[in-house]
T-cell receptor, first 116, second 114 residues
Framework: DAGVIQSPRHEVTEMGQEVTLRCKPI?????LFWYRQTMMRGLELLIY????????DSGMPEDRFSAKMPNASFSTLKIQPSEPRDSAVYFC??????????????FGPGTRLTVL | SQQGEEDPQALSIQEGENATMNCSYK?????LQWYRQNSGRGLVHLIL?????REKHSGRLRVTLDTSKKSSSLLITASRAADTASYFC??????????????FGSGTRLQVQP
């Protein structure tokens, strides 16, 4: 099992540029989560999907952030335009089918984003 | 505000000693989970305890849950240098939106000196 795969692992961009982060969940998992981790705010849930459908996006900070899950094996988190305060580590996690709600989560290695 | 808050924020012990980390939370939960994060890596699930359970063991890990006090503790026995990491509690509860999700605490940074 390859685990949750994220790309790129590191991204450095300039303010105003569009950034796209990618995630491949573990095969068979039907929940997918996007988190952001910073020293100041810790680990924050941005959005999560169940069976490719967005369930809760209340953590998405602004309209500059958008996420899609076109199929069960791929999701993207896009920031357009990016700002220096978006600099953080972005994690994708997935969770297997279970009780109808998210349970144990399996995290990817994260994407470290730096916006200059 | 964050649902779970760990205590202490940082802990330094000698190899072989036990490490205890505490987590307090605010609302009713479905379950509580503990995760570990090594520097520069993603989080790894350690153990899950459901709201109707009081204690759970997994190897050198022991977790307790007191729903009346809204608190949990993680005990790592006979610590090793490889246990050096940050440890997070995560509460499975309903968000303000009515949706169920995990909310992570701020973490305890554990340093085990060889």
């Amino acid at each position: 099992d390859a685990g949750v795969i994220q790309s790129p692992r590191h991204e450095v961009t300039e303010m105003g540029q569009e950034v796209t982060l990618r995630c491949k969940p573990i095969s068979g998992h039907d929940y997918l989560f996007w988190y952001r981790q910073t020293m100041m705010r810790g680990l924050e849930l941005l959005i999560y999907f169940n069976n490719n459908v967005p369930i809760d996006d209340s953590g998405m900070p602004e309209d500059r952030f958008s996420a899609k899950m076109p199929n069960a094996s791929f999701s993207t988190l896009k920031i357009q335009p990016s700002e220096p305060r978006d600099s953080a580590v972005y994690f994708c996690a997935s969770s297997p089918p279970g009780t109808g709600a998210p349970d144990t989560q399996y995290f990817g290695p994260g994407t470290r984003l730096t916006v200059l | 505000s964050q649902q779970g808050e760990e205590d202490p924020q940082a802990l330094s012990i000698q190899e072989g000693e036990n490490a205890t980390m505490n987590c307090s939370y605010k609302t009713s939960i479905n379950n509580l989970q503990w995760y570990r994060q090594n520097s520069g890596r993603g989080l790894v699930h350690l153990i899950l305890i459901r709201s109707n359970e009081r204690e759970k063991h997994s190897g050198r890990l022991r977790v307790t849950l007191d729903t009346s006090k809204k608190s949990s503790s993680l005990l790592i026995t006979a610590s090793r240098a490889a246990d050096t990491a940050s440890y997070f509690c995560a509460t499975d509860a309903y968000l303000d939106t009515g949706r169920r999700a995990l909310t992570f605490g701020s973490g305890t940074r554990l340093q085990v000196q060889p």
